[in-house]
């Protein structure tokens, strides 16, 4: 974990501990951009749509209306049984 106040600090500052803090001697763009694991909050976030979104709709019989995130293999399952 990396506290986000390092990204408002002097850039002489934010390189030094963001190359000791990842252990990547050469990390010259210190943009928080750069430095997110963008995969893993992509997954996270299809989850909860998932769960508040899509799931709810398909048992209770609507398609799926975030046609971009798809529907757990589990699902299908669930929806047979009912």
């Known amino acids: 974990a990396i506290p986000l106040d390092i990204f408002q600090a002097e850039s002489s500052i934010k390189r030094h501990f963001l ?3 990842l252990k990547d001697n050469s990390i010259t763009n210190v943009d928080i951009r750069q430095v997110l694991d963008w995969n893993y909050y992509i997954e996270r976030l299809g989850g909860s749509i998932q769960k508040i979104i899509t799931i709810p ?3 209770q019989g609507i398609s799926n209306p975030v046609p971009r995130i798809k529907h757990p ?3 299908h399952k669930k929806m047979m049984e009912l």
């Open 57 to 59: 709709a398909a048992m």
């Open 19 to 21: 190359r000791k803090w």
């Open 73 to 75: 293999d589990w699902l």
